[in-house]
């Protein structure tokens, strides 16, 4: 479901005053709905069209990780979601989110970028 990022239904301000309402809801006040990306073998991809013409590449299955290393950026295969801390729900349903710690091959990895709106996993090694 989409999160709505205009004006709240408050019908009195602070002081008490009463809030008139201005304008009816608008679409581009409307944000996206959630990503929820799953781990899977096969990455899928998804483009969306923004405000401004823009596009969005929505990760919607990711498989492997672009993690940094001592050694320079690995590609590595991502196994599950060890635990994240936006719902502890999302480790159990192995959705990837900001800040989300994986097991991969290479060890545990936390993800550092926003992946339903990247369209890849960038992790860093812990």
């Known amino acids: 479901m989409e999160k709505y990022h205009g004006k709240g239904k408050s019908k009195i301000s602070g002081t008490g005053g009463r809030?008139?309402?201005?304008?009816?809801k608008k679409l581009h006040l409307?944000?996206?709905?959630?990503g929820a990306t799953k781990i899977g073998d096969k990455e899928v991809r998804i483009v969306s069209r923004h405000r401004g013409n823009t596009y969005k590449i929505r990760l919607k299955v990711a498989g492997f990780a672009n993690v940094l290393t001592k050694e320079g950026i690995k590609r590595v295969k991502?196994?599950?979601v060890a635990e994240?801390?936006?719902n502890r729900h999302y480790a159990r349903q192995n959705l990837i989110t900001?800040?989300?710690?994986?097991d991969s091959d290479v060890?545990?990895?936390?993800?550092t970028n926003r992946v339903g709106q990247d369209g890849v996993v960038n992790a860093i090694l812990l």
Do not use: E, M, Q, W
């Not at 809030?19 to 009816?24: L, N």
């Not at 900001?98 to 994986?102: E, H, P, T, V």
């Not at 060890?107 to 993800?111: D, E, Q, T």
């Open 98 to 102: 900001k800040g989300a710690i994986l």
């Open 19 to 24: 809030i008139r309402k201005a304008a009816d």
């Open 78 to 80: 991502i196994k599950n």
């Open 107 to 111: 060890g545990k990895i936390k993800v």
């Open 30 to 34: 409307a944000g996206s709905p959630f």
């Open 84 to 86: 994240t801390p936006d």
